[in-house]
C-alpha cells in the first residue's frame, strides 16, 4: 500500500512585527484586551513590495530544504490561499516559475482558513494512487492587505505568513485519512464581500474589509473543529490518549482552548503559535507544525492531527504518523 508520508516541513514569516503595542496606538484597543479575548501578542506584517508568492518561495525551499529535495524532483504544487498576488495566473504557477521547478501541474485551493488542509487532502490523493511523486503543499496569506486598519474588531486578529510541506509516497504509514467539509449557508458570518463577478470596482477605495460575526464564528468554530477530530479519530479506532499532537488553526488562543476542552485533550499536546503570529489564515496549520517539528516537539513516527476551520464555513481533518 502507498502512503504519502510528510518529507520535510517549512515556514516563513515577513520582518516585519506589529506587537499589540503597535496597535494601541493605531485604533481604541488595549494589549491587555487582545491577549485576554485573543491570546495573540504581535502578528508579522508583509511589506508593500512582497507578494504572496515571494512567502510561499521562501517557505516552500526551506521545506524542500528539510526533505533533500530538489526543484527538479517537484512534480506537483497545491496552494492553498485566499490572497493570491493575481486573479490569474493562479499562484502555484507564479511560485513555479520563481523556483525554476519544472513544468507540472499547478493547482491553487480557496477554502479561507482550511485552504492548507483542502490542498493536503488533495495532494495525498494524487500520491497514494501514483499520479504523482514528489509534491509541494503550500498554505500562505498576505491578509493583512485585506484588513481595514481601523476596524477594532478584525485588524488585531491577523496577520501574514506561509508554511509548506513536501509530499513523499511511502510503504510506511502517512496520511492515515483526511475529512473534509463545508456549509454555504454561513457565508454572512465571515466573508470578504469583493470578487471577480461582485462589486470589483469597489476594491480598492477603501470601503471594502473583512466582514465577521465574532461571537457566532466562535461557537461554530469550536463546535465545528471538535467534530471534525473526532470523525478522524474515530475513522482510524484511534483513542483521544493514542494522540500525540493536535496541531490546530492558529485563530484564536480561546478557541483552540475550547476545542481542546471540549476533545478532552490536554493543552499539553496542542501546539499553539498563535501568540506569535496570529491567525494567518491558510497559513496556520503549515506554521504551527513546522515550528512544533523544528523545535523537537513533534517527532518521527508519533500520531499527528491537523484541525481547520475558516469562512465559508469550510472545515477539515488530517490524521496522520509523521
Ligand atoms: N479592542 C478593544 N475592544 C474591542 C476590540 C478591540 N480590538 N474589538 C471589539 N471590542 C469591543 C466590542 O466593541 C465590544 O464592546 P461593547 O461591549 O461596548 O459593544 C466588546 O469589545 C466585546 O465585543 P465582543 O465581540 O463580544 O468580544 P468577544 O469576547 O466575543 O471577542 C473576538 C471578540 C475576539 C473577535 C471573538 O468573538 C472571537 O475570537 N471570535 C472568533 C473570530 C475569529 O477568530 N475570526 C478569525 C477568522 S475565522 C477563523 O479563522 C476561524
Request: net charge negative.
Amino acid at each position: 500500500m502507498i502512503y504519502s508520508k510528510i518529507a520535510g516541513t517549512g515556514r516563513y514569516l515577513p520582518e516585519r512585527i506589529l506587537t499589540n503595542a503597535d496597535l494601541e496606538k493605531m485604533v481604541d484597543t488595549s494589549d491587555e484586551w487582545i491577549r485576554t479575548r485573543t491570546g495573540i501578542e504581535q502578528r508579522h506584517i508583509a511589506d508593500e513590495e512582497q507578494m504572496t508568492s515571494d512567502l510561499c518561495v521562501k517557505a516552500a525551499q526551506n521545506a524542500m530544504d528539510s526533505a533533500g529535495v530538489a526543484a527538479d524532483d517537484i512534480d506537483m504544487i497545491f496552494v492553498g490561499t485566499t490572497s493570491p498576488d493575481l486573479i490569474f495566473p493562479n499562484i502555484a504557477t507564479i511560485i513555479q516559475h520563481k523556483m525554476g521547478i519544472p513544468a507540472c501541474a499547478c493547482y491553487a485551493v480557496e477554502a479561507a482558513c482550511s485552504g492548507f488542509v483542502y490542498a493536503l487532502s488533495a495532494a495525498d490523493k494524487f500520491v497514494r494512487t501514483g499520479d504523482a511523486k514528489c509534491v509541494l503543499v503550500i498554505g500562505a496569506e498576505i491578509i493583512t492587505k485585506l484588513i481595514d486598519w481601523d476596524d477594532r474588531s478584525t485588524c488585531v486578529l491577523f496577520g501574514d505568513g506561509a508554511g509548506a510541506v513536501v509530499l513523499k509516497p511511502s510503504g510506511e504509514p502517512g496520511i492515515l485519512s483526511t475529512h473534509l467539509g463545508a456549509d454555504g449557508q454561513y457565508q454572512q458570518l465571515l466573508y470578504y464581500p469583493v470578487g471577480v463577478s461582485n462589486n470589483l470596482a469597489a476594491a480598492g477605495v477603501g470601503d471594502s474589509r473583512i466582514m465577521m460575526s465574532g461571537n457566532d464564528v466562535f461557537k461554530v468554530a469550536v463546535k465545528t473543529l471538535t467534530a471534525v477530530a473526532q470523525e478522524a479519530l474515530d475513522a482510524n479506532d484511534v483513542d483521544l490518549d493514542e494522540l500525540d499532537w493536535l496541531v490546530p488553526h492558529q485563530a484564536n488562543l480561546r478557541i483552540i482552548q475550547a476545542t481542546a476542552k471540549r476533545l478532552k485533550l490536554p493543552m499539553e499536546k496542542v501546539i499553539q503559535t498563535v501568540q506569535i503570529h496570529g491567525n494567518t489564515s491558510a497559513a496556520s496549520i503549515p506554521l504551527a507544525f513546522d515550528v512544533a517539528v523544528r523545535d523537537g516537539r513533534i517527532k518521527r513516527g508519533q500520531l499527528v492531527l491537523f484541525d481547520a476551520f475558516g469562512g465559508g464555513f469550510t472545515w477539515g481533518a488530517v490524521l496522520l504518523r509523521y
